[in-house]
């Protein structure tokens, strides 16, 4: 498994010039619950460290990312609920609080470490997008993880809380190995959601 930097083109045309560094361990937020989205996220160790200049992430209070915020999702997911992007896409919506996402849901599907962000109009991320980053004021604030329906862009979004899971990023990058799953790295790949050649063009 391979993690690439800078890259804007999905088909593996390019120059080549996109960063390619192996993964040597994955790690799982140990809350991680896929009926209910909770805590999604993982992290990757990488064999040698990036040349790339990182993301920022959020501010441990929030103060980056209240309701109210436009922020900008990320990815190569599916557009107009139809085909998957060639071209690394975009598109802004604004954070929600979690009690107005239940109740455009009529019903209660958030939780502490959700974020929801988007009101309809067509705007949202996508299958494809899972994982990308929601960026506002510099700083991912959120990370793609899911929907209430299966077409993309009626409600709003599911994010993982990035300030829901910075005590955990730091433990792991203190040395901690909760939720190690390395061995996802030798498990074989199912391709069959549309899998596509490793990008390799310059972002």
Known sequence: MYVSFGMRHSSGKGSNKAEHTRVSEIFRHPKFALTWLTYDVALVK????????????????????????????VGWGLVNNETYGLTLKTVDVEIIA??????????????ESMLCAGTGGGKDACQGDSGGPLIANGAVVGIVSGGPTAECGILPGFYTRVTS???YIKDILDGGSTGNVTE?????????TGARPMPTDEL
């Not at 040349?51 to 929030?62: E, F, M, Q, V, Y």
């Not at 979690?98 to 939780?111: G, I, K, M, W």
């Not at 996802?184 to 069959?192: A, G, I, V």
């Open 46 to 73: 990488l064999e040698t460290p990036s040349t790339r200049k990182l993301a920022s992430l959020a501010a441990a209070d929030g103060s980056n990312n209240p309701p109210g915020t436009v922020a900008t999702v």
């Open 184 to 192: 996802f790295l030798t498990t074989p790949y199912n391709d069959s």
């Open 98 to 111: 979690n009690e107005q996402c239940d109740s455009l849901n009529n019903a209660t599907v958030t939780s």
């Open 165 to 167: 899971v910075l005590d």
